[in-house]
């Protein structure tokens, strides 16, 4: 288990445990917390609607590649901090990290 | 007018499958969907993506999907209202219903079908205060008619492949373009990026990289484009019209107003029939919600099936519905 904290869209932040050994990405835990992620294209990095901020712990996780920053650099807001949930692997990497959920897609 | 049985909101998988099992109940069909093209997701998110769980295809390019689905449609006949939205739906005296699209297009049908996957694309909004005062007054969301920009002075804003394609087409069609982009080089097709800068070049286009949209201003109408540029510098654009592109994302849209019981953005149906709470309205396919739920192609080819049966007490009310098999009776188009 890795312990991480998300923050919603009204700034609210809460510590949540992930399981580290089941190929798990950060959008399928999101969406098992019942945050309001949509992830529309179900994870192929194809519709950026689980856009998040890394606040902390941005540098463990490695570069995006260019399909995810094809995909966020289209986006209306975009900071060297976003990323697509549905790219990260759940894994040590993780470990404390601060996600802040970002994106228009409210549900 | 346009008269039909059936009205299918959204052209997707489930609402093109719809058609066929309407079909075997001599049912007719009219679909709409506020995409310009038929296949919902699957043509406009991800159609060169294969698709490995649809029973009888170990593997499936999704627009082939979508093209096969087509064709096994193509005995019934369906019509289509395409790049328009549904946005009212008005119950008759007879219990049938009249359906209003956002280009006022009117459709009268006896039963209501609703396979609206995750609601309408929508195009992603830039975060600008004042932006709704001008949408329709100078901001617009995509280019429907290009003669409309003719000697306009016209901001594109976004780096993606339509930003550079309209960048590149209004340039000989519009008084002045700048195009507005965050970075400073471009993730879109390498051939189009190049023609863009060779347009810049030359003088044709005004190219802004490295800035953001901070204010629109205008008088009744849009008259000026206020950019962050990359040292915080104010950057202000004359501009008669603005097209911001950054994608579109899904919303659920004016179906949230039709009195149907939602939860977490999908409609609660009664699984004996996939009915919804208001008589001769159904939904099927991802726009629907019950216990056990799994959002399936499979699962909403399913459902149409199992609610056409369902339905075709309301188009036809004398008639008793005898089950059969296509490979009994083959498909009998219309």
């Known amino acids: 288990m890795i312990t991480f904290t998300v923050e919603d869209h009204d700034g609210n932040r809460q510590e949540h445990e992930a399981p580290d050994d089941m190929g798990l990405s950060l959008m399928e835990i999101l969406k098992a917390y019942e945050y309001p992620v949509l992830a529309t294209c179900g994870g192929m990095a194809l519709c950026a609607t689980c856009h998040v901020e890394i606040l902390e712990g941005k540098d463990a996780l490695g570069h995006a590649t260019d399909v995810e920053l094809d995909q966020l650099e289209n986006l209306p807001e975009y900071y060297p901090t976003s990323r697509l949930a549905c790219q990260i692997r759940i894994g040590e990497i993780l470990e404390g990290a601060v996600v802040k959920l970002r994106g228009e897609d409210v549900v | ?334």
């Not at chain 2, 008088?219 to 603005?242: H, S």
């Open chain 2, 1 to 334: 007018m346009i008269h039909t049985d059936l009205c299918i909101i959204g052209a997707g998988p489930v609402g093109l499958f719809a058609v066929f099992e309407a079909g075997l109940l001599k049912m007719r069909c009219h679909l709409i969907d506020a995409l310009p093209q038929v296949g919902g997701q699957l043509s406009e998110i991800y159609p060169q993506k294969p698709i490995y769980d649809i029973p009888g295809y170990p593997e499936v390019n999704a627009q082939d999907l979508v093209n096969n689905l087509m064709e096994q449609a193509k005995p019934f006949q369906p019509t289509f209202t395409l790049g328009e939205r549904v946005d009212h739906l008005d119950k008759q005296a007879d219990g049938s219903f009249i359906v209003t699209t956002s280009d006022k297009t009117h459709v009268h049908a006896k039963v209501i079908i609703i396979a609206g996957g995750l609601g309408c694309f929508e195009p992603r909004k830039p975060v600008l205060g004042n932006l709704e005062e001008f949408e329709g007054k100078g901001i617009t969301y995509m280019v429907k008619n290009p003669e409309t920009f003719r000697n306009k002075k016209v901001v594109l804003a976004g780096g993606g492949d339509s930003a550079l394609d309209w960048a590149i087409f209004l340039s000989k069609v519009a008084k002045r373009v700048t195009l507005v982009h965050r970075n400073e080089t471009f993730r879109g097709a390498p051939d189009s990026a190049s023609k863009v800068f060779d347009l810049a070049n030359k003088g044709k286009i005004d190219l802004i990289l490295s800035a953001n949209l901070k204010e629109v201003t205008g008088n009744g109408t849009l008259e000026k484009v206020v950019l962050e540029g990359k040292n915080k510098e104010e950057i202000n654009i004359d501009a008669d019209y603005l097209i911001p592109l950054f994608g579109l994302s899904p919303k659920l849209g004016p179906i949230a107003d039709w009195g149907l019981s939602i939860d977490k953005n999908a409609i609660e149906v009664d699984t004996r029939d996939y009915s919804t709470g208001v008589e001769r309205i159904y939904a099927i396919g991802d726009i629907n919600t019950y216990p056990g739920k799994l959002k399936l192609i499979l699962c909403g080819f399913h459902e149409a099936a199992i609610m056409m049966h369902s339905a075709f007490k309301f188009v036809y009310p004398d008639q008793k519905l005898s089950f059969k098999y296509t490979t009994v009776n083959g498909v009998n188009s219309f």
